[in-house]
């Protein structure tokens, strides 16, 4: 595990198979390392993929302790943890426009003092910060799930 999460500092593109909720969540809590205030990371998966149990793994990375809940904060799109950064975790499932998360501190999310999770990150790819991790989460069957992680530098 940890072998395979070195590359991530090296590669821009990682592929785990995760075969239970629990492995998803240990292979964000190890991602979670090589994050630091300012860095995005987008989550893409149908229902049900595992956005919010890779969520629960990178924020116990970050420090965040096990009794606080890391659920989708899906009535008021974002929810805030304090770990060793802060955090800030978005859910844009019932998003209707995007104009909503604008009156909701969007902008502000990414001026580099929390790192940032979004849950359904398509819903505003226009609004999407150009340097950001994408992880997509694929149900393979019931158990399985197929995590590729992207990452991607600011054009020069
Ligand atoms: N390998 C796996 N990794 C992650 N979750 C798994 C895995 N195998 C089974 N599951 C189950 O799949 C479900 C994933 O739910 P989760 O809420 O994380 O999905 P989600 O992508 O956030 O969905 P939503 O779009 O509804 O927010 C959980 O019930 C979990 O137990
Ligand atoms: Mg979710």
């Not at 009794?67 to 904060?73: E, M, N, Q, Y």
Request: neutral net charge; proline residues 4%.
């Amino acid at each position: 595990m940890s072998r395979t999460i070195h590359s991530l500092l090296a590669e821009p593109f990682h592929r785990f198979v995760s075969r239970d909720p629990q492995e998803t969540r240990e292979w964000g809590q190890q991602f979670a390392r090589h994050l630091v205030a300012g860095d995005v990371v987008c989550l893409y998966g149908e229902l049900g993929a595992g956005k919010t149990c890779l969520t629960q793994g990178i924020v116990a990375g970050l420090g965040v302790g096990a009794r606080v809940p890391v659920r989708s904060p899906s009535f008021t799109f974002v929810r805030e943890y304090r770990g060793r950064e802060r955090i800030l975790h978005w859910d844009l499932y019932r998003l209707r426009s995007s104009e909503e998360v604008e009156e909701l501190g969007w902008r502000e999310s990414f001026d580099g003092n929390a790192i940032v999770l979004i849950e359904w990150a398509d819903r505003v790819s226009s609004l999407l910060p150009q340097r950001r991790w994408d992880i997509t989460l694929t149900m393979i069957s019931e158990n399985i799930r197929h995590l590729e992680a992207r990452r991607f530098q600011a054009a020069p």
